[in-house]
């Protein structure tokens, strides 16, 4: 199949990418730096120089494909738009990722008691999350409404080595650079919250089911467990050398280091269960957890 994917220079994108490749797919995809031209060429992924504002390269680029993937961003409203608008009356299947911080809480550390959402459950959020579920929302109408196929994939904390230009995810390093200032594995408030999680390797793997089988307008969390903020600072601490010491940072204090981070993803509750993945798409994750992966720095 021919397939477009955006956000291919970086994590989720580009290991969405050099999977798709492998796997025999024709891949084109969004890169906004010329630096990246070359490393996409090397991986068989024809580079498309733009950018998520220039609405009317999505819509022909989605046009030329079977499948397109928007992984370059969760939150980017006119750019979910005009995929939307250009697909319209085609059939073709947009893969749209969101973020599990749209059913996060305010814990703040504090706390680990949280409602654990399967896809699909309804649930309050927090006002700033609103507008990326509304996004979410409007891929999943058009996948029943439009005249086009549509599913959403949610991932949870994202770890483990990417398969693309950028190895590491974003909570994880985060983590570990003031971890590393502080020498101990640091966690907001008392490090109760929990969040879940998924390896890499598995999210590409439900990618590539949800290109191959997906029915239209699904919602899909990509999860295969979860673990409190203070034992993920445990297994940071130990990948750092610094023996499984942690310390606690106030969330007032990080949010004044990393802005409003801590208050919608480190410090929160976000717990979920990838019951359509696993149901509808037959996904079986199979990968190391997170704690023996970012651990031994896999
Ligand atoms: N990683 C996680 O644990 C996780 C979990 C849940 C949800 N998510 C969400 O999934 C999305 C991708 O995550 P990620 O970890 O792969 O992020 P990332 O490593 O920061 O990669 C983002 C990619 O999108 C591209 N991009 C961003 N804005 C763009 C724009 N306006 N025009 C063109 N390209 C643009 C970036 O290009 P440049 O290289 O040019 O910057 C990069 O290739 C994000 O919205 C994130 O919030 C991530």
Redesign the pocket.
């Known amino acids: 199949m021919k397939v477009f994917v ?9 290991s969405v990418a050099v999977n798709l490749r492998a796997q025999g797919h024709e891949v084109r995809g ?4 010329r630096e ?1 031209v070359v490393s996409h060429r090397s991986a068989g992924i024809e580079p498309v120089l ?4 220039d609405t009317e390269l999505l819509g022909r680029l989605a046009n030329w494909v079977d499948v397109t993937i928007n ?6 409203f006119w ?1 979910a738009h005009a995929l939307i608008e250009s697909l319209s009356g085609t059939g073709k299947m947009l893969i749209h ?5 749209i059913v996060g809480d305010d814990a703040a550390g504090m706390y680990a008691e949280s409602t654990v959402y399967a896809d699909d459950m309804p649930f309050q959020m927090l006002l700033n999350r609103s507008p990326r579920n509304e996004i979410d929302r409007l891929v999943r109408a058009a996948g029943i409404f439009r005249g086009m196929r549509t599913a959403v994939i ?6 483990g080595q990417g398969l693309g ?2 190895a590491d ?3 994880i390093p985060k983590l570990r650079k003031k971890s590393t200032e502080v020498g101990a594995g640091v966690y907001i408030g008392e490090g109760r919250s929990i969040w879940s999680n998924v390896h890499i390797a598995d999210l590409v793997d439900l990618y590539l089911l949800a290109v191959e089988r997906a029915p239209s307008a699904l919602f899909y969390f990509a999860e295969s467990g979860e673990l409190a903020m203070r034992d993920v600072a445990v297994a940071v601490s130990h990948s750092l050398g610094f023996g499984g010491k942690t310390q606690s940072w106030n969330v007032d204090d990080a949010v004044a280091e990393l802005g409003l981070w801590p208050r919608i993803a480190l410090g929160t509750n976000s717990r979920v269960r990838a019951t359509n993945a696993r149901g509808v798409l037959g996904w079986t994750p199979s990968r190391p957890d997170l704690a023996a992966t970012v651990s031994a720095n896999l």
């Open positions: 955006t956000g291919t220079s970086r994590y989720i994108g580009g969004l890169v906004r730096r990246s733009g950018a998520l504002d992984a370059a961003s969760s939150d980017h750019a990722t969101s973020g599990s911080s949610c991932p949870t904390m994202v770890y230009e950028k995810s974003d909570e």
